[in-house]
C-alpha cells in the first residue's frame, strides 16, 4: 500500500486532463496552443509560472520548509543537499511537416520526430497551414490501393521518400490545386491521436508523454487541495521539444537534480509493464545517476509500489539526457508507466499511470 498521508490519485482528473491535452495538435515546433492549453490548467490549478522565450512552461511550487531551514535542524541529508528539483513531462508530439507539393497535388513529407512510415500509414492527418486554415488528409502508400498494385511494389517497404505521401480531403489533381489551399512547404502535419479507453487500458497516439503530463497535473491538484508542499522546492518543467532532443536543455539556475517523467517502452526483453511504473537504470545514451535512481528504488519500496527496474537501448532516450548533455551539474533519473507500441498507436493502463503517480509523490513529498 502507498504511504500514508500520500495523495490519493484521481483517475478520472488524470484521465479527462489527458483528453484536453490530446485534443491539441502539437507537433514539435508547433508549440503555441499547447502552450497556451497549460497555462489555463495552471490557472485553474492556481499555480504560478514561467513561459519560456523558446516555449515551455514552468511551474514553480514552494518547499514546505526553506532550503536554509533544513539545513539547520538537519533535516538536509540527501545527496542534492535540498537544492532544487526539476520534474519534467513533454508535450510535444511526433508528427510530419510538408517538404514538397507533389505535381499531382499530394504531399511529399517528412517527420518531424521518430515517426516512422510503417508506423502511420492510412492513419489521418490535420495539415495547419501558414494562413491558420486546417486541411485534413490521410497518409497513403502510392500506389495506394492494394488490388492494382504489381507484387513488388505491394511488399516494398513504406518510405516517406519514395512511396508514402498525404492525399488531401479535397479534390486536388495538381500543385496549383493544392496551393490554392494555402498548403505548402513547411506546414506541421499533426496525426489523429484516436483516443479510446476500455477496461483501464488508454489506447492513443501521445501517450508519449501526454498521459505523463497529466499524472504531474494530476498530482498538482491534489497537492493544492490537500494544502501539501514538496520537501525541497520543486519546478514542474512542461517541455515542448523532446521529441527533438532539447526539451530541457535550460533549467533555473538552483536546479540540483532532475526528474524526467516519460514512457517505459515495453518489448520482448523489457521488464516494463503497463500495469507498473518503471525505474529507468540506463537509456541508450547512458547510465542514470547511481545514487538519484537507489533513491527512486529506495522509495517504491518503502512505499509499496508496483515497479520495475529496465534499461532501454537501442533507441530511447528522455530530456533529463539532454539537461546533462548541456553541461549542467546535475543528477538526472527518470520513471514512467510501461507502454506499448511506442511511437505508434500506443497503451498503456491506467494502474501504469497510478503506480507512476505514486512514486513521483512519495519521492517529492
Known sequence: MPQKNLPAFDAGFCLETFKRLISVDSTTGQYEEIQDLTCQILDELGYPYQILHKGGVIAEISPAEPA???KDSGKAESGADCGAIAVTAHL?????????VNADGTLNVCPVGGLYPFYCVTENVRVHTHGGKVVTGTICRTPNSIHVTEEELRTALPDFRTNVCVVLDAPVKTAADTRALGVETGDMIALDPRFTYVNGY???RFIDDKACAAVLLALMKEMKEKGLAPARKTYMYFALYEEIGHGTTFLPSDVKDILAVDIAPTGPDQNSDEQ???IFAKDSRFPYHHGMTRELQDTAISAGIDYVMDIFTPHYGTDADGSILAGYDIRHAAIGPGTANSHGYERTHMDGLKNTYELLAAYLL
Open 68 to 70: 536554509s531551514a533544513q
Open 276 to 278: 507498473k511504473v518503471s
Open 92 to 100: 510535444d508530439d511526433i508528427g510530419l511537416m510538408v517538404r514538397h
Open 202 to 204: 488508454l489506447k492513443s
